[in-house]
């Protein structure tokens, strides 16, 4: 069965600051593997997803993820946080194949301190 | 582009009552999800449609859950009877197909359960 871990339960980090999110997950294969953000009140957001090729991607709102297969990590990065960065991010990993089952971390809660 | 609608944003009921959950996804996408998400921890996948036919229900409390998709389009949620355990927030999202798991899932804004 596939799993997420997302270790770090809250996360304070101050605007400017670089910031990493991690993400382990585990699968018999390559999953398809996501983040997505949820600011209060509201549902979810993809930022970005990985499915094959490149291992580092490329997401929305200047964040970036980098696959490493050996570490089965999928960590979320952005160089410099800014306040309205503040939301719970999720990492989600779904199998490959027909079915398109999506099994989601616990959540990192960032909170920018400015 | 209209997103996914939900409907309420809020309910409170008392145990043993029963609740009902709107979902409307956007339009021409297949497939529709409901997602239970418990304070504190990630949304967990209750059902998926495919137009009108389930695909996936195996986390659904069926003993008190039912969803229903009739029309291919929108969709309705309930709990009959209600525990306390059912406090959360449900969510609804669509994608455009199944597509062996690389479709965008879009998220609604979710309905907020509280159970008394």
């Known amino acids: 069965a596939q799993s997420v871990t997302q270790p770090d339960i809250h996360i304070t980090v101050s605007e400017g600051a670089s910031l990493e999110l991690r993400c382990n997950y585990s699968y018999g294969a390559t999953p398809y593997l996501f983040w997505y953000v949820q600011s209060p009140g509201q549902g979810l957001q993809l930022l970005l997803k990985?499915?094959?090729?490149?291992?580092l991607v490329q997401g929305i709102k200047g964040f970036e993820a980098e696959f490493k297969r050996s570490q089965s990590s999928f960590n979320l990065r952005k160089p410099s946080v800014h306040w309205s960065d503040a939301a719970e991010y999720f990492c989600?990993?779904?199998?490959?194949?027909?079915?398109?089952?999506?099994?989601f971390g616990t959540g990192t809660r960032l909170q920018v301190t400015l | 582009e209209a997103g996914v609608a939900q409907s309420p944003r809020y309910k409170i009921i008392e145990k043993r009552q029963s609740v009902a959950f709107w979902c409307n996804p956007i339009s021409g996408h297949a497939t529709l999800y409901w997602y239970q998400q418990i304070l504190g921890q990630g949304p967990k996948l209750l059902i998926q449609?495919?137009?009108?036919?389930?695909?996936?229900d195996s986390q659904l409390p069926k003993d008190r859950f039912s969803a229903e998709r009739l029309k291919g389009v929108d969709s309705t949620l309930k709990i009959q009877p209600a525990k306390l355990e059912d406090s959360a927030v449900y969510l609804c999202?669509?994608?455009?197909?199944?597509?062996?798991?690389?479709?965008?899932?879009?998220f609604g804004p979710g309905t907020r359960l509280l159970v008394l």
């Open positions: 990985y499915f094959s090729g490149d291992t």
């Open positions: 449609f495919q137009n009108n036919g389930v695909v996936d």
């Open positions: 999202a669509s994608s455009l197909s199944l597509a062996g798991g690389q479709e965008t899932q879009y």
């Open positions: 989600a990993v779904g199998p490959t194949g027909t079915a398109s089952k999506l099994t």
